[in-house]
């Protein structure tokens, strides 16, 4: 196993859109020999599974007001937290499917190194999740390339579970059906679970020890590294400005919701996602700061049945305060005649 560096020009990189791109270069392009490892820490973000409807898992107005990203990734699974106080790592094996869906192989190395600083009774629960004192810390999953898979995970050491939890609780859950629902079980920060010497570390600190007790190392010199080159990083930020770092790709794409549309205007930002029967509008979601949560159930309530034409979009946003900005109205409707369409997004 060899560590792959992801940090440009000796700075961290906190940006999960980038971070959640890279294991796809890695595998799908780069494909480096054997087994490597990626590390690294996002800014506040959720990351939703590749098949989930975002509107049945995340609080998509706490997201907008708070600044917490949204990143759809490609591999399945629930949707998880990310904040500085939590460490992601990914296995990339490229030029073999061998342990491939096996959640163990790759969780005992993070098990053993946890067990060497002091966590006691860590295990793998429910297929893919890394438990000790009944809580869970970590949660895996795994993505299949062309020619190898990623497989890797979360570990909770300092993450801010408040916040996690308010994210990760949307208003109407029960509302929505479509989509695959994230499992639910208590978690607990790997802070509490180490000796005293590891509580009083930062994340980084922590994820530097870490990394040191996965390779068997005293000093990082000697852990074997591959460092992305300048090529590299132009194929990960083209990847990302063609795909991974488009909205219709992050909020878009949900199952039944065919077309996708959002604007920046001076209030803020505005999303409409919104599915189709014979020319009218048979599912609705809007989001973003530029309006209450309230504001845009009623927008929802307004524009759901109606046909997909100007007069008839003109029409409905009449009956709602919208009605009175000739400059929104138009937006709205241009946003909803000029869609992305998210079943068409090259995956």
Known sequence: MFLIDITPKNHELYDPIIN??????????????????????????VIIGSA????????LHYLSQNNVDLVRRTSGGGAVYHDQGNIIFENIISGSLKHCSDYNYFAEPILSALEEMGLKDGHVSAKSALVANDHKFSGMCMVK????????????????????????????????????????RPIANLKNLLPDTYQQMSTEAFKHELLLHLFHVKHWADIPTYHLTNADWDNIHELVAKKYGRNVWNYGKNPGYQYYSSRKISQGQLHINFATTDQKIS????????????????????????TLNSDSLKKNLAQTIFGNSKKLTQLIIEMLLKPENTHKINI
């Open 52 to 59: 989930q409807n975002s509107f049945s898992e995340v609080d």
């Open 283 to 306: 599912a609705i979601k809007v989001f973003g700061t530029s309006m209450t949560s309230g504001a845009a159930d009623a927008l929802e309530q307004a524009l759901l049945g109606a």
């Open 20 to 45: 959640q791109s890279i294991d796809n270069y890695l595998i799908n392009d780069l494909k480096l020999p054997g087994h490597g490892l990626i590390c690294y820490i996002n800014r506040p973000s």
């Open 145 to 184: 390339g062309k020619d190898g898979y990623a497989a890797g995970g979360t570990l909770m050491f300092d993450m801010n579970i408040t916040n996690a939890r308010q994210a990760l609780t949307p208003k109407k859950r029960d509302q929505v059906t479509r989509g695959v629902l994230s499992y639910d």
